[in-house]
């Protein structure tokens, strides 16, 4: 059986995150036409597709990061497609890009607290709780995070963005970077924020990883929708394993 090429139908029965015949890009050069995705509240789901596919460009248009030409994106019944990242953050979204991700003159416990800029004083507990989820973090927190390695320095950046207690947590390219023998571990990692009630919706380049472990996934090509069903339909799907996932 085929992977499902239309969106909606694998949609959740209530999504939190809405996006509806999105167009989005950079200045005048549209990257996504007329893309489609939820993600349920709790839900975990991945974004994959080849390099160039618009996957990093539909997780900053969520963000506010990008020029929207049309479409609709709706949180938590909102619109929030012509508000900015200062304003979404509000809204109860976090985001961990690609690079760039930490302040590396700051240490670990700076890093974090900055995570919690938009209100009055930090949350101890929302820290004690970071350093729970990533006990290294707690034992290195006065570190300078840009000479910690290179998952590490990713934790760093999810510490940070949990600092908000976020409804949903968007990730771009986690895995990228880090040695193969980590990966497995951020995996698990993002997991379990997921398990502990946080929708995550995440781009990812390791995509049979991702979809073995997302409830559902997305399949972009040239900034269109290509396929969408469970992680477990598009990992066993041939043409899907063929086209995207080497077979």
């Known amino acids: 059986m085929s992977a499902n090429r239309d969106p909606m139908a694998v949609a959740p029965d209530s999504s939190i995150l809405e996006v509806r015949d999105l167009d989005a890009g950079y200045g005048d050069l549209q990257i996504l036409t007329d893309v489609d995705l939820d993600v349920g509240d709790g839900e975990y789901v991945t974004v994959v597709g080849p390099n160039g596919a618009g996957k990093s460009t539909v997780m900053k248009s969520v963000f506010g990061l990008t020029v929207h030409m049309g479409g609709s994106i709706v949180f938590q019944g909102a619109p929030i497609h012509e508000k900015k990242p200062e304003q979404i953050i509000h809204e109860g979204i976090s985001y961990v890009p690609q690079n760039n991700n930490i302040f590396s003159t700051l240490t670990v416990q700076e890093n974090l607290e900055m995570g919690a800029y938009i209100l009055d004083e930090v949350p101890k507990q929302r820290l004690e709780e970071v350093y729970e989820r990533f006990p290294v973090l707690e034992e290195r927190k006065t570190q300078r995070a840009g000479s910690m390695s290179g998952g590490q320095r990713q934790m760093v950046a999810m510490g940070r963005a949990l600092m908000l207690d976020p409804d949903l947590l968007l990730l771009d390219e986690p895995s990228a970077g880090l040695a193969p023998d980590l990966v497995d571990e951020m995996f698990d990692r993002i997991d379990k924020i997921n ?52 077979g």
């Open 195 to 246: 398990n502990d009630g946080t929708a995550i919706l995440m781009v990812e380049q390791n995509a049979k990883e991702a979809l073995r472990r997302c409830d559902r996934g997305y399949v972009l090509t040239q900034g269109q929708n290509s396929y969408t069903d469970t992680g477990e339909e598009l990992l066993a799907d041939k043409e899907v394993r063929q086209q995207f996932l080497g």
